[in-house]
């Protein structure tokens, strides 16, 4: 059964940083994209991040520069490190996979980010 | 403001049919395939159509997608109670180069 499970999220300070992680399992994770979504509460769905199979990564512009994702598939891992945080960056945060040109078919339960002085 | 437009709400009675639209432009659905997403209360998002019309594993056969020139379009036939969602559709966006979705529709079954 394929899960994707976050973890890492919480309350930081703005200009804070936080790293959040995503557990694969159930898949080959090496040969699936994976991505970032974010959802701020009562809002709608903001991609922020993707990394393919060979490692490259893309970003919006609203976190280019300040977050980073990365991957390390000997842990069936997804990592997303938040730099410089902000007060709009409050969201809940899910992983997903994308079979290549097939959309996020799993998504995990999401974790949440709060960022508040 | 999203990049794709939706409108925000839409509703139907049991048994009836609904459409929910999704409008973009030539640098994402005009050219790239689009996906729609349900997200029931309180859980995370679930691809519902992939490539503009296909279902995964699991979808009852109820939900089907389209698309035409700049627009899509997400059609639920036979509605249920159970279909009350927030939808959202999705495409890759060739000139922002990033992926944008819709900014969602919430369905009511009345």
């Known amino acids: 059964e394929v899960q994707l499970v976050e973890s890492g999220g919480g309350l930081v300070q703005p200009g804070g940083s936080l790293r959040l992680s995503c557990a694969a399992s159930?898949?080959?994770?090496?040969?699936?994209?994976m991505h970032w979504v974010r959802q701020a509460t009562g809002k709608g769905l903001e991609w922020i991040s993707a990394?393919?199979?060979?490692?490259?990564?893309y970003y919006p512009d609203s976190v280019r520069g300040r977050f980073t994702i990365s991957r390390e598939n000997a842990k069936n891992s997804l990592y997303l490190q938040m730099n410089s945080l902000r007060a709009e960056d409050t969201a809940v945060y899910y992983c997903?996979?994308?079979?290549?040109?097939?959309?996020?078919?799993?998504w995990g339960q999401g974790t949440l980010v709060t960022v508040s002085s | 403001q999203s990049v794709l437009t939706q409108p925000p709400s839409a509703s139907g009675t049991p048994g009836q049919r609904v459409t929910i639209s999704c409008s973009g432009s030539?640098?994402?659905?005009?050219?790239?395939?689009v996906n729609w997403y349900q997200q029931l209360p309180g859980a995370a998002p679930k691809l519902l159509i992939y490539?503009?019309?296909q279902r995964p594993s699991g979808v009852p056969d109820r939900f089907s997608g389209s698309k035409s020139g700049t627009s899509a379009s997400l059609a639920i036939s036979g509605l249920q109670s159970e279909d009350e969602a927030d939808y959202y559709c999705?495409?890759?966006?060739?000139?922002?180069?990033?992926?944008?979705f819709g900014g969602g529709t919430k369905l009511t079954v009345l």
């Open positions: 490539n503009n019309n």
């Open positions: 990394i393919g199979t060979s490692g490259n990564t």
């Open positions: 997903a996979r994308e079979p290549h040109g097939e959309g996020f078919d799993y």
């Open positions: 999705a495409a890759w966006d060739g000139s922002l180069h990033v992926w944008v």
């Open positions: 159930g898949f080959s994770f090496s040969s699936y994209d």
């Open positions: 030539t640098f994402n659905v005009g050219i790239n395939t």
